[in-house]
Nanobody, 125 residues
Framework: QVQLVESGGGLVQAGGSLRLSCAASGRTFSMYATGWFRQAPGKEREFVVAISRGGGITSYADSVKGRFTISRDNAKNTVYLQMNSLSPEDTAIYYC??????????????????WGQGTQVTVSA
């Protein structure tokens, strides 16, 4: 089992940047592919990006390609999400999740076994 804690959210103006972190504890973090999802008020949770256990494979939602970058440091048990050129449409609670059975992760939230509590990202116009 692994525990996940997100941090780095906050309020930023449109065009700005934020860097989210997802810190893991428990089992060896390199055993899990990791994904970021987000949920805006009144909307379903949506896939943002996933990274493989080793960090060499990434998959991005079209809405964030070219603006967001995921990376991981398994020595620090942490996954990062660098978000640039933020827009109000990026406002949401951002969650990281760990996938135990797929090497590269998935865009399907129901396939992730472990979730963090989320961190709020608010982008003002």
């Amino acid at each position: 089992q692994v525990q996940l804690v997100e941090s780095g959210g906050g309020l930023v103006q449109a065009g700005g940047s934020l860097r989210l972190s997802c810190a893991a504890s428990g089992r060896t973090f390199s055993m899990y592919a990791t994904g970021w999802f987000r949920q805006a008020p009144g909307k379903e949770r949506e896939f943002v990006v996933a990274i493989s256990r080793g960090g060499g494979i990434t998959s991005y939602a079209d809405s964030v390609k070219g603006r967001f970058t995921i990376s991981r440091d398994n020595a620090k048990n942490t996954v990062y999400l660098q978000m640039n050129s933020l827009s109000p449409e990026d406002t949401a609670i951002y969650y990281c999740a760990a996938h135990a059975t797929s090497y590269s992760g998935s865009s399907r939230a129901d396939e992730y076994e472990y979730w963090g509590q989320g961190t709020q990202v608010t982008v003002s116009a």
